[in-house]
Nanobody, 115 residues
């Protein structure tokens, strides 16, 4: 099973930017469909962006135009560039395959948007 380690979260003011990284281990990364998920306090985990092995991309309506997902298959890394951050983007962000694999959930990285 792939192991996934997220990083890059932090505290940022509204309107600010952050870039999240997800480092994967194991084989076959380049063919996996990957996604960034987030879970705000008291809410269900949701998929916010995904990228297929063929680099087809989709976004949740709540982040479209502000977030950009990308991947580097040689480095086995998936990125999430987050711009124009809003208070409601505050959450723990996780990466996983799409659909998610239960055993591949990592610790996530906390993103807090606050003034």
């Amino acid at each position: 099973q792939a192991q996934l380690v997220e990083s890059g979260g932090g505290l940022v003011q509204p309107g600010g930017s952050l870039r999240l990284s997800c480092a994967a281990s194991g084989s076959g990364f380049s063919v996996f469909d990957m996604g960034w998920y987030r879970q705000a306090s008291g809410k269900q985990r949701e998929l916010v962006a995904s990228i297929t092995g063929g680099h087809s991309i989709s976004y949740a309506e709540t982040v479209k135009g502000r977030f950009t997902i990308s991947r580097d298959n040689a480095k086995k890394v998936v990125y999430l560039q987050m711009n124009s951050l809003k208070l409601e983007d505050t959450a723990v962000y996780y990466c996983n395959k799409v659909p998610a694999v239960l055993s591949s959930w990592g610790q996530g990285t906390q993103v807090t948007v606050s003034s």
